[in-house]
């Protein structure tokens, strides 16, 4: 089963909006942050956006700093990422992840333990 279940993605127009949505599917867990990562076709995963729950502190990938945001309920291990003024370069699947481990960078895949099985967007021009 997989622990995180992503939603929201789809198909939008340059310069539109998405909103994705991961939550904790069936498995209870703690996490100390959440972070969410984007794999285009023939590219590494790159990492996109993370939060850490213990200070509410957000981190973002330049390529998406001031488009981009991040929130989520620590708790219940839920996190969302606001996606605006989005572009064709964007279109990837994305993926959610979730750090059990206090890792200290938030930005690599290696941080984090537990994976959705992503949710694709396309944006066209």
């Known amino acids: 089963q997989v622990p995180l279940v992503e939603s929201g993605g789809g198909l939008v127009q340059a310069g539109g909006s998405l909103r994705l949505s991961c939550a904790a599917s069936g498995r209870t867990f703690s996490s100390y942050g959440m972070g969410w990562f984007r794999q285009a076709p023939g590219k590494e995963r790159e990492f996109v956006a993370a939060?850490?729950?213990?200070?509410?502190?957000?981190y973002y990938a330049d390529s998406v700093k001031g488009r981009f945001t991040i929130s989520g309920d620590g708790p219940r291990n839920a996190v969302y990422l606001q996606m605006n003024l989005l572009k064709p370069v964007d279109t990837a699947v994305y993926y959610c992840?979730?750090?059990?481990?206090?890792?200290?960078?938030?930005?690599?895949?290696?941080?984090?333990?537990?994976w959705g099985q992503g949710t694709q967007v396309t944006v066209v021009s």
């Open positions: 939060i850490r729950w213990s200070v509410g502190s957000t």
């Open positions: 992840a979730a750090d059990l481990q206090a890792s200290s960078i938030l930005e690599f895949p290696a941080d984090y333990d537990l």
